[in-house]
């Protein structure tokens, strides 16, 4: 039976050795091969939690996640396509209505400059339909769900099951 410093220094030893065949393999002299371009390639962690597609080996990987929370959650299996699918709907519903208002986030209080909603401005189409969506889910609910569908990447959602209620009523 060998001792353990004994199995410590032969370990020891045979780092030493393929060290200095590594050494000895690469001259210290020699330029480094020229290199291309980068590939971006998630993490091994990132490939296990995410759906990544990827076309070839020079190829980069594109993320599949949808690139929000609804996104993700589709992914993870939380909510279904027909919620993913009304999602994307009442998100594009929401900055579209925002846009036409012209709100750019929210101001202060204090802040007296012009700005607001003119029923001359924007598509009425587009006024119609905010506001029946805002009608039909209620003050409690639409908050909630524009809020939740605002979230990036990586954010968690506060209540799936609410956030699934919410997206069937709409």
Request: glycine share 8%; hydrophobic share 35%.
């Amino acid at each position: 039976m060998t001792s353990r410093a004994e199995r410590r220094r032969r370990r020891h030893r045979k780092a030493v050795d393929r060290f200095q065949a590594l050494a000895q393999a690469q001259p210290a002299n020699e330029p480094d091969p020229p290199t291309s371009e980068p590939i971006l390639r998630p993490t091994d962690e990132r490939m296990r939690t995410g759906s990544w597609h990827i076309a070839g080996k020079a190829a980069p990987a594109v993320d599949r996640t949808g690139g929000d929370m609804l996104g993700e959650l589709f992914i993870a299996g939380k909510i279904e396509r027909s919620h993913l699918d009304i999602g994307r709907h009442v998100q594009w519903l929401i900055d579209a209505a925002t846009s036409d208002m012209g709100v750019k986030g929210f101001r202060s209080c204090l802040d007296m400059t012009g700005g607001g909603y003119d029923a001359t401005d924007g598509s009425e189409a587009i006024a119609l339909a905010y506001s029946r969506l805002k009608r039909k889910l209620g003050p409690v609910t639409f908050p909630y769900l524009r809020t939740e569908l605002a979230k990036p990447v990586g954010a968690k959602c506060n209540n799936v099951e609410m956030l699934r209620r919410a997206l069937e009523k709409c």
